[in-house]
């Protein structure tokens, strides 16, 4: 499984940006897609999560409301759509892949390169 994720860029805060990871190789129905973030100087931290087969999501707290996680089955596609973005948003995002929705970096196998999203006040 191979993944790439792009989408990220300079926005001021308040504005949205949409952030996508293309999975290409072998899926699985009962996969969990995940996006993760680090800022500098900081431990790579869960932001949100989607179940492959069933689409259930899971947030973090702090982009609960603001962000929203959804995935396109047929173009192999995880999507993160992030409204109000705040300066404490910006970090560098990185999708991965696991076999269940966890929080913990050591629970996902794959992971794509990271984009980086900078938000300005």
């Known amino acids: 499984v191979q993944l790439q994720a792009f989408g990220g860029g300079l926005v001021q805060a308040g504005g949205s940006l949409r952030l996508s990871c293309a999975a290409s190789?072998?899926?699985?129905?009962?996969?969990?897609m995940a996006w993760f973030r680090q800022a500098t100087g900081k431990e790579r931290e869960f932001v949100a999560a989607?179940?492959?087969?069933?689409?259930?999501?899971y947030y973090t707290d702090s982009v609960k409301g603001r962000f929203t996680i959804s995935r396109d089955k047929t173009e192999n596609t995880v999507y993160l759509q992030m409204n109000s973005l705040k300066p404490e948003d910006t970090a560098v995002y990185y999708c991965?892949?696991?076999?269940?929705?966890?929080?913990?970096?050591?629970?996902?196998?794959?992971w794509g390169q990271g984009t980086q999203v900078t938000v300005s006040s």
């Open positions: 989607i179940r492959w087969g069933g689409g259930r999501v």
């Open positions: 190789g072998r899926t699985f129905s009962s996969a969990v």
């Open positions: 991965a892949k696991g076999l269940g929705a966890s929080t913990d970096t050591a629970d996902y196998d794959y």
